[in-house]
């Protein structure tokens, strides 16, 4: 099979031909219909998370045909999200907190991943694609909207929500919010006026600058942009009470900042990862929004490409590999 692999840090993605992998006792063989691409790859690239054992296939928002025994799909159509195994023993894993196991694999980090015609998952990490969703449609809802969902729980219940970085997660989130009677509060790169604009098309009552202050105060706020300085900008603009959560899985330093801006039991959290009540619950309610993914698609061998293209900001809404 072909696949693009990760080397090194430093170093581009490099197209090879590679066994197509083996499934062991409780894995699924895949052929990867879709693979999003998710700012993870791009601090899994540059080194902001280890990939402890290259070469490595990155790639964890996986649509994939099952393959059965005679090497012909069986019918079955699953997603494979980044997390994509635990232990099942340790105490996160017993009080529901999988997303927190210490030995957990990550699908495209510990484990091979997407970005490749063939995966192999654990059968229990996948999950049946909604129907209606093309595959390339579905597999930002893998990581993207999960992690957006998991935030938006975090939150508590926002009537006025603002969403600091208007990409992947963001366009996926708004119209979840919206569906849910919030308002959204979009913030891009200052200037970002076609950013505002998709945001202001997906229900957002207002889109601006990140470092414009909304026009009313927010009751909750994410941050999705890797970029620390935002997380006190956020608090300046919550009400009392009401939280900013870290969506990233990497973040530059959050500068610091005075006490009064915290004040009034103003909250500052991260997400990590998700579980698999995540995926179920977001799984079962994305058709009923419905939420419509914006995709732009790429070849497999266009896979470092698409990876630049979103750290530059070259599109809206999400990238997906089709091998």
């Keep these: ?23 062991a006792p409780g894995q699924l063989l895949l052929r990867v219909k879709a693979c999003g691409v998710c700012r993870t790859d791009l601090h899994l690239l540059d080194g902001e998370v280890a990939i402890e054992h290259p070469p490595r296939v ?11 025994d005679s090497d012909s799909p069986d019918g079955r159509r699953v997603g494979v999200p980044w997390l994509g195994w635990t232990d099942g023993e340790c105490e996160y894993c017993r009080s529901g907190r999988e997303n927190l196991c210490p030995r957990a694999r990550f699908t495209g980090r510990d484990v091979d991943g997407g970005m ?13 694609i909604p129907a209606g969703y093309p595959d390339a449609q579905a597999a930002p809802l893998l990581c993207a909207g999960l992690i957006g969902y998991r935030c938006l729980r975090m939150c508590g219940a926002p009537r006025r929500l603002g969403l600091y970085g208007f990409g992947a997660a963001a366009h996926i989130l708004a119209q979840l919010a919206g569906h849910e009677g919030r308002e959204v509060y979009a913030f891009t790169r200052a200037g970002d006026a076609d950013a505002q604009e998709f945001a202001r098309s997906l229900g957002a009552v207002w889109a601006g600058g990140s470092d ?29 009470g009401a939280s900013v959560v870290c969506g990233g899985i990497h973040m530059s330093d959050i500068p610091s900042f005075p006490y009064h801006e915290l004040w009034e039991e103003r909250v500052v959290r991260s997400v990590a990862n998700l579980t698999r009540r995540d995926a179920v619950e977001f799984l079962e309610l994305a058709p009923r929004v419905p939420i419509e993914t914006r995709v732009h698609t790429y070849g497999l061998a266009e896979a470092g490409r698409a990876l630049e293209d979103l750290r530059a900001g070259r599109f809206t809404g999400a990238a997906v590999i089709v091998p």
């Design 1 to 23: 099979m072909r696949a693009m692999i990760f080397e090194g840090v430093g170093r581009p993605l490099r197209l090879v031909e590679l066994p197509i992998p083996k499934p």
């Design 58 to 68: 990155l790639g964890h928002q996986i649509v994939g045909a099952v393959v059965s």
């Design 116 to 128: 490749a015609e063939y995966a192999v998952a654990d059968e229990r990490f996948c999950f049946e």
């Design 212 to 240: 414009d202050a909304p026009p009313a105060k927010l009751d909750g706020a994410i941050v999705f942009a890797p970029d620390g300085a935002l997380v006190p900008i956020a608090l300046r603009a919550l009400a009392p």
